[in-house]
Nanobody, 115 residues
Framework: QVQLVESGGGLVQPGGSLRLSCAAP????????MGWHRQAPGKQRELVAR???????NYADSVKGRFTISRGNAKNTVFLQMNSLKPEDTAVYYC?????????WGQGTQVTVSS
């Protein structure tokens, strides 16, 4: 069982920043892509950002220009830098890793944007 470990969520005021981190087990060498999804109360889970092994990124329109996804040098970590946060960014954020065609998920970390 692959366990993804997330960190970095919390409470921040509108306009503030947070950085989320996610690490897959160090023994996983064949991670095809990693990304972040989020789910707000009463809404479906949605893709926020994704990065492939080759470094190709894609973002939800709602976060373009504000969020940046990146991978660590070891390629089994992924970061989400979130700037200019808005109340509508409030959600549980889930890390995702595609490994040999199978999707794995973290336990989720709460991000709350409120004054």
């Amino acid at each position: 069982q692959v366990q993804l470990v997330e960190s970095g969520g919390g409470l921040v005021q509108p306009g503030g920043s947070l950085r989320l981190s996610c690490a897959a087990p160090g023994s996983i060498f064949l991670i095809n892509a990693m990304g972040w999804h989020r789910q707000a109360p009463g809404k479906q889970r949605e893709l926020v950002a994704r990065i492939t092994g080759g470094g190709v990124t894609n973002y939800a329109d709602s976060v373009k220009g504000r969020f940046t996804i990146s991978r660590g040098n070891a390629k089994n970590t992924v970061f989400l830098q979130m700037n200019s946060l808005k109340p509508e960014d409030t959600a549980v954020y889930y890390c995702n890793a595609a490994i040999l065609g199978v999707d794995y998920w973290g336990q989720g970390t709460q991000v709350t944007v409120s004054s």
